[in-house]
């Protein structure tokens, strides 16, 4: 069995992220292993008929900075655990994104967080933690949200 060092986790700042937060904490305290935190964000694009409206660079600007803010944020609320933990803020599809930086820190393990959305909400929002559990390279352990969205 391969040794679990470095473990990746993606948050989108949510209470789902939260808990896959904690549980990759919770499994690194015991193998000592080191956490990435990780946020990805897409700047929004807009298409219509005749084109499309891409985000202007001081909307794009003000998006990175409450990005970092945010896992700035995270991160100094989990520090003192006695954990290594490391922050990475990425900007493109999330789901390459997650999986780009798994690769680049050579991360052993994957957690993230999924909402667990079925029907039309899925349909509509797409699943970004199947895409990355479809696509890695690397194991992947999905934490459930246990609120149950429609």
Same mark, same amino acid.
């Given at each position: 069995?391969?040794?679990?060092?470095?473990?990746?986790?993606?948050?989108?700042?949510?209470?789902?992220?939260?808990?896959?937060?904690?549980?990759?904490? !919770?499994?690194?305290?015991?193998?000592?292993? @080191? &956490?990435?935190?990780?946020? /990805?964000y897409? #700047?929004?694009? +807009? $298409?219509?008929?005749?084109?499309?409206?891409?985000?202007?660079?001081?909307?794009?600007?003000?998006?990175?900075?409450?990005?970092?803010?945010?896992?700035?944020?995270?991160?100094?609320?989990?520090?003192?655990?006695?954990?290594?933990?490391e922050?990475v803020?990425?900007? !493109?599809?999330?789901?390459?994104?997650?999986? @780009? &930086?798994?690769?680049?820190? /050579?991360?052993? #393990?994957?957690? +993230? $967080?999924?909402?667990?959305?079925?029907?039309?909400?899925?349909?509509?929002?797409?699943?970004?933690?199947?895409?990355?559990?479809?696509?890695?390279?690397?194991?992947?352990?999905?934490?459930?949200?246990?609120?149950?969205?429609?």
């Open positions: 069995m391969t040794e679990l060092r470095r473990i990746l986790v993606p948050t989108d700042f949510t209470e789902t992220s939260d808990k896959a937060v904690e549980w990759a904490l !919770g499994l690194a305290a015991k193998l000592g292993a @080191a &956490v990435t935190v990780m946020h /990805a897409e #700047l929004p694009i +807009i $298409g219509f008929p005749d084109g499309a409206i891409i985000a202007t660079p001081e909307i794009a600007s003000h998006i990175a900075d409450a990005s970092r803010a945010a896992l700035d944020a995270t991160v100094k609320r989990l520090a003192g655990r006695g954990i290594a933990i922050s803020l990425r900007e !493109g599809v999330i789901w390459e994104e997650i999986n @780009a &930086v798994a690769e680049s820190i /050579a991360a052993d #393990l994957i957690v +993230i $967080g999924t909402h667990g959305r079925k029907g039309l909400a899925r349909a509509l929002l797409g699943s970004m933690a199947e895409n990355v559990i479809r696509t890695a390279t690397r194991p992947v352990v999905s934490i459930r949200d246990t609120h149950g969205h429609a």
